[in-house]
């Protein structure tokens, strides 16, 4: 089993910026995907950023630019800076780990951007 635990979301304004971690503890392989997806009211669960243990990194084309995932292989956590933000970027942000064929879910983060 593999925990994790997310920080980092609140409430700010359009242009303004947030970081997300979220921390993972347990059985953790050595090599895994970890990353961030985005649920907005009515839509379904989308991907933000995803990166590997071996750096490589996957963004959602509207947070290309403004988004920056990156992790800390040693601490097990995996960070997201939001800039830029706009009202859009409003959802629950869920952290997510991935290892042999494994899904495992953070309880996720509510992030809202007023205009």
């Known amino acids: 089993q593999v925990q994790l635990v997310e920080s980092g979301g609140g409430l700010v304004q359009a242009g303004e910026s947030l970081r997300l971690s979220c921390a993972a503890s347990g059985s953790i392989f050595s090599i895994n995907a970890m990353g961030w997806y985005r649920q907005a009211p009515g839509k379904q669960r989308e991907l933000v950023a995803t990166?590997?243990?071996?750096?490589?990194?996957n963004y959602q084309n509207s947070v290309k630019g403004r988004f920056t995932i990156s992790r800390d292989n040693a601490k097990n956590t995996v960070y997201l800076q939001m800039n830029s933000l706009k009202p859009e970027d409003t959802a629950v942000y869920y952290c997510n780990y991935y290892s042999r064929g494994t899904d495992y879910w953070g309880q996720g983060t509510q992030v809202t951007v007023s205009s």
């Open positions: 990166i590997t243990t071996g750096g490589i990194t």
